[in-house]
């Protein structure tokens, strides 16, 4: 009986101690995963588009095949390789934090400077001579793609946010952050993709006036809603864009940029009597994100005149002879 005690009293110690590791992965992932918004945001304002011309029917399943590739993004590819870097050369987190920055800034500039001077993408098989069935595998393997660069970023920066331990919490941290963002992301944009219909639904056979009346409202907030999720995604990738490189120009031992945003940022929040610490974030914030504009339009010219054409030159030239 002493012994059958005992036993069960090393059980509930190794309970204790994994919840508590469970407590910590968890608690390490919110807070990791919400240094990576600028990204997670970006995510979310840019996988609707990849939906945009298909059959209602058809949308919420390229959505969850988008999600999928998304989650063997994270944890097949860039969680092993994260949890190698930072056991075997932590040296180039930071690097790779900034070259993932300096995208943020280039991607967010891009759009502002295309808002100024349109421009006509020229794809190398137009869509309109796909069927429905190549087109929609076209639009899942680009979003695929895309969202490998923004995983990317955001497993990057989540593993420089969680605290030194050993390689399993690490790896556990990392797959909580990846499955809980990718199901934030991805069932978000399943909610706005289907809004519409969602709302449609409401008008016409809600059994209220006042429900008829919020579904016809739906329908009709939805495309400014749109706009306004890309306006912020835009403004969080330049201010997340702009912090990590700012930062990472610190840690390097160039921190001057650094040093004067905070300087500003404190001199002017002391100038205010109430809500002190939130101005200075504010101020740091719109001032990490001006540094992460000029930074991206700076970048812009070096990618249409140097990344780009080395790019094509090197990737395998796709057969179209077949019109696919």
Not at 70 to 84: A, D, H, M, R, T
Not at 182 to 201: E, N
Not at 225 to 235: E, P, Q
Not at 246 to 262: D, F, M, T
Request: charged residues 15%; contains cysteine.
């Amino acid at each position: 009986m002493s012994g059958l005690l005992a036993l069960l009293d090393d059980v509930t110690a190794i309970a204790k101690v994994a919840a508590a590791s469970v407590d910590d992965v968890i608690g390490q992932a919110a807070k990791a995963g919400a240094k990576a918004a600028g990204a997670v945001i970006d995510d979310a304002a840019v996988t609707p588009k990849y939906v945009t011309g298909f059959q209602a029917a058809r949308e919420l399943p390229i959505v969850w095949r988008i999600a999928k590739g998304s989650l063997k993004n994270k944890l097949v590819f860039l969680l092993p390789v994260g949890l190698l870097l930072n056991t075997f050369a932590p040296w180039v987190i930071t690097p790779l934090l900034m070259l993932g920055g300096a995208y943020l800034c280039f991607e967010g500039a891009e759009k502002v400077y295309h808002l100024f001077v349109p421009h006509h993408e020229d794809p190398d098989v137009p869509e309109k001579t796909l069927d429905a069935t190549h087109l929609e595998e076209q639009k899942v393997s680009g979003a695929i793609k895309t969202d490998f660069i923004l995983s990317a970023e955001i497993m990057t920066i989540a593993l420089s946010e969680i605290p030194e331990s050993n390689i399993w919490m690490e790896a556990s941290t990392l797959a909580a952050v990846a499955i809980g963002i990718t199901v934030l992301v991805y069932g978000s944009v399943a909610l706005i993709v289907k809004a519409d219909d969602i709302g449609l639904m409401m008008s016409k056979y809600g059994g209220l006036s006042i429900v008829r009346a919020l579904g016809r409202g739906i329908v009709k907030a939805m495309p400014g809603f749109l706009k306004v999720l890309t306006t912020i995604g835009t403004a969080a990738m330049l201010w997340v864009g702009g912090s990590i490189f700012i930062h990472g120009l610190e840690v390097l031992g160039a921190g001057i940029v650094y040093h004067v945003i905070h300087d500003i940022a404190y001199a002017v929040a002391n100038g205010v009597a109430q809500f002190e610490g939130f101005v200075k974030w504010a101020v740091t914030a719109t001032l990490d994100g001006v540094f992460g504009l000029a930074l991206g339009l700076l970048l812009i010219p070096i990618v249409a005149k140097v990344i780009e054409p080395l790019w094509n030159a090197l990737r395998p030239k796709s057969s179209t002879a077949d019109g696919h």
